[in-house]
């Protein structure tokens, strides 16, 4: 609005989540469809960080599909290509052997991120796989709830919680773990997606919003229905049982992702997007 009231030749807005969503009350989601409507009346274009947000926006009646630019987000690519450097160390210092399969979680310790389905498939995965470990980083409100459920499920030997970590450690963490889980309920597509593919691991994801863009179902990970604790089990046990089958993974999405996710190309795409608006304006 209030570049709209300054006359801004160029107004452009990118989503990378929709404030309106099936967990949250019908009233709730039809107040943010409405402002979401407003605001994407006062924009000359609109960026989804996904294909997957631009059919949510569509269809929500949000705005036209032309209004729409999907542009994945950029990122500096090269520490998670050097992941492996300082794997040795950290899993050390983490207290995990050669002989451990870590699965890690990256993301808030908040409601609709899905830590407590990673928790409730983890009692399968330690009987069939029992040198599995689960390794959440991140910190926030749950955390305590989520400690006291993996206590009544008596696997607490089987987890760590590294708490808030900077930025730069999410490199080196990925680096320490051997397959990524990503159990979010809603996320326009979670970085940590692309980041695990290309520091090398392949990645196990309820199949939700832009998830399926990056996780390719057998391709460079597992994709599983949302809320499947049976589902998420059994793709992890599939992949803690063959290192093969884990890198093959891997390697086809550090293939396919590496340049598409590099920060150049993104700012390359919101140049030539900017460029061809202003004319106009």
């Given at each position: 609005?209030?570049?709209?009231?300054?006359?801004?030749?160029?107004?452009?807005?990118?989503?990378?989540?929709?404030?309106?969503?099936?967990?949250?009350?019908?009233?709730?989601?039809?107040?943010?469809?409405?402002?979401?409507?407003?605001?994407?009346?006062?924009?000359?274009?609109?960026?989804?960080?996904?294909?997957?947000?631009?059919?949510?926006?569509?269809?929500?009646?949000?705005?036209?599909?032309?209004?729409?630019?999907?542009?994945?987000?950029?990122?500096?690519?090269?520490?998670?290509?050097?992941?492996?450097?300082?794997?040795?160390?950290?899993?050390?210092?983490?207290?995990?052997?050669?002989?451990?399969?870590?699965?890690?979680?990256?993301?808030?310790?908040?409601?609709?991120?899905?830590?407590?389905?990673?928790?409730?498939?983890?009692?399968?995965?330690?009987?069939?796989?029992?040198?599995?470990?689960?390794?959440?980083?991140?910190?926030?409100?749950?955390?305590?709830?989520?400690?006291?459920?993996?206590?009544?499920?008596?696997?607490?030997?089987?987890?760590?919680?590294?708490?808030?970590?900077?930025?730069?450690?999410?490199?080196?963490?990925?680096?320490?773990?051997?397959?990524?889980?990503?159990?979010?309920?809603?996320?326009?597509?979670?970085?940590?997606?692309?980041?695990?593919?290309?520091?090398?691991?392949?990645?196990?994801?309820?199949?939700?919003?832009?998830?399926?863009?990056?996780?390719?179902?057998?391709?460079?990970?597992?994709?599983?229905?949302?809320?499947?604790?049976?589902?998420?089990a059994n793709a992890v046990i599939k992949l803690a049982r063959s290192e093969s089958l884990r890198q093959q993974l891997a390697a086809e999405g550090r293939r396919r992702f590496v340049d598409v996710f590099r920060h150049q190309h993104a700012s390359r795409q919101i140049?030539?997007?900017?460029?061809?608006?202003?004319?106009?304006?």
């Amino acid at each position: 609005m209030a570049a709209w009231s300054l006359r801004v030749p160029a107004i452009v807005h990118t989503v990378h989540g929709a404030p309106f969503h099936p967990y949250q009350s019908a009233a709730a989601r039809a107040a943010f469809r409405s402002c979401e409507r407003y605001a994407a009346g006062k924009c000359h274009a609109m960026i989804s960080v996904a294909d997957a947000m631009t059919d949510l926006m569509v269809t929500a009646g949000v705005a036209p599909r032309e209004k729409f630019t999907t542009i994945y987000s950029g990122m500096d690519v090269e520490p998670f290509l050097q992941a492996d450097q300082h794997r040795a160390v950290v899993r050390r210092r983490l207290g995990y052997t050669d002989e451990h399969i870590v699965i890690g979680k990256v993301a808030r310790l908040f409601s609709l991120k899905g830590q407590e389905y990673v928790i409730e498939a983890a009692t399968a995965v330690i009987r069939e796989v029992p040198n599995t470990r689960f390794l959440f980083v991140g910190d926030g409100t749950l955390r305590q709830s989520l400690q006291q459920q993996i206590e009544r499920t008596g696997l607490a030997s089987h987890f760590q919680f590294t708490g808030l970590v900077s930025p730069q450690q999410i490199p080196e963490l990925l680096g320490a773990m051997d397959i990524v889980v990503h159990a979010s309920l809603r996320e326009g597509l979670a970085r940590v997606l692309p980041q695990a593919l290309i520091a090398g691991r392949p990645v196990v994801s309820f199949d939700i919003d832009g998830a399926r863009e990056v996780v390719i179902d057998d391709c460079t990970g597992v994709l599983v229905p949302p809320q499947s604790i049976e589902g998420l089990a059994n793709a992890v046990i599939k992949l803690a049982r063959s290192e093969s089958l884990r890198q093959q993974l891997a390697a086809e999405g550090r293939r396919r992702f590496v340049d598409v996710f590099r920060h150049q190309h993104a700012s390359r795409q919101i140049r030539t997007l900017y460029e061809r608006l202003l004319p106009a304006r």
